[in-house]
């Protein structure tokens, strides 16, 4: 988690992993074992190697031991989720709730054609319709009132509260997603990505990718922590079929163009890794030499993570 600055639902509120690091020990490439950073929580000695390793991804040093930081533990927790007519009513709720600043702990988006596969492999009963998880943290009296506030935005963009049956929890679909798009077509592969962008352009971004998915004729699910900007585009198709597996890839590349050009990152979460070395020049440019040389300082002989990212 510490080498990819890995972040999950509640980021919204509590951040990514880098944020809790405060002193790492590493071997670099060339053997070295050394501490980088302190236990101090505030600090303003010298370049703050801890947050340059945190995300490095392996290509940097080995990280053989973290000191972190913990937060503490909410008072009370609340959790509810709203159903929405359509995916661009859902996410322009999100932009709404952040605009006013209202204090969340997570908001987590699901696509319609999610609801449709959460339905086929699970048995929900749910409407065919996008979804919105809400979840606030904090003393019972601020819960109330941030509850209230969401609901409020939520019902001027014409969304109703989720219900289930009986036995069932709102959150427990979410954990459902992924494992929903993995049985929705048998025989098909996942192609996805993790792009993020400022928050204001979530439906502008939605809209794209399932015009782009209706207009090739390729499955496309949307969602993920939009609370932080974070959208995850997954798409269905087959990899015998070259075809079809190259008008995916065609589609993903145009997604993370459209995510550039909104000011946006090609990962927001799972990190560059091999997947995204082709777009990254692309998202850096010329910052992309500055990285070759601070890799090439920790590691002259390139054995840590060869490859990963960009090459030497």
């Known amino acids: 988690?510490?080498?990819?600055?890995?972040?999950?639902?509640?980021?919204?509120?509590?951040?990514?992993?880098?944020?809790?690091?405060?002193?790492?020990?590493?071997?670099?490439?060339?053997?070295?074992?050394?501490t980088i950073g302190n236990r101090a929580i505030k600090r303003s000695s010298g370049y703050n190697l801890v947050d340059l390793v945190s995300g490095s991804e392996g290509t940097l040093a080995i990280?053989?031991?973290?000191?972190?930081?913990?937060?503490?533990?909410?008072?009370?927790?609340?959790?509810?989720?709203?159903?929405?007519?359509?995916?661009?009513?859902?996410?322009?709720?999100?932009?709404?709730?952040?605009?006013?600043?209202?204090?969340?702990?997570?908001?987590?988006?699901?696509?319609?054609?999610?609801?449709?596969?959460?339905?086929?492999?699970?048995?929900?009963?749910?409407?065919?319709?996008?979804?919105?998880?809400?979840?606030?943290?904090?003393?019972?009296?601020?819960?109330?009132?941030?509850?209230?506030?969401?609901?409020?935005?939520?019902?001027?963009?014409?969304?109703?509260p989720l219900t289930l049956s009986e036995g069932h929890r709102p959150w427990e679909i979410r954990h459902w997603a992924t494992d929903s798009v993995k049985h929705f077509k048998p025989g098909h592969s996942i192609i996805r990505n993790d792009v993020a962008f400022p928050i204001s352009k979530l439906p502008e971004m939605v809209e794209f990718c399932h015009y782009l998915g209706d207009l090739n004729d390729i499955t496309m699910f949307t969602f993920g922590h939009v609370g932080m900007g974070l959208l995850h585009a997954l798409m269905l198709a087959k990899r015998e079929d070259k075809s079809e597996w190259d008008e995916a890839m065609h589609i993903n590349d145009q997604i993370i163009e459209k995510t550039l050009s909104l000011g946006g990152t090609i990962s927001g979460e799972h990190g560059i890794g091999l997947g995204h070395k082709k777009q990254f020049e692309s998202e850096h440019g010329p910052a992309v030499d500055l990285m070759r040389k601070i890799k090439q300082q920790f590691d002259p002989h390139g054995i840590l993570n060869p490859g990963k990212i960009f090459d030497i």
């Open 1 to 34: 988690m510490v080498s990819t600055n890995a972040s999950g639902i509640y980021s919204v509120m509590y951040g990514g992993t880098r944020e809790y690091v405060l002193a790492l020990k590493i071997v670099t490439g060339t053997g070295e074992i050394m």
């Open 63 to 160: 990280i053989c031991g973290i000191t972190l930081r913990l937060a503490g533990l909410p008072e009370d927790r609340l959790q509810t989720a709203c159903v929405f007519k359509t995916d661009v009513q859902a996410v322009q709720a999100v932009s709404e709730m952040r605009k006013y600043g209202l204090d969340l702990a997570a908001i987590e988006f699901l696509d319609r054609r999610l609801a449709i596969a959460l339905n086929k492999l699970k048995g929900y009963g749910l409407d065919e319709s996008p979804i919105l998880f809400l979840e606030f943290h904090g003393p019972k009296a601020t819960l109330e009132s941030n509850s209230k506030l969401a609901e409020s935005i939520c019902l001027e963009l014409e969304a109703k």
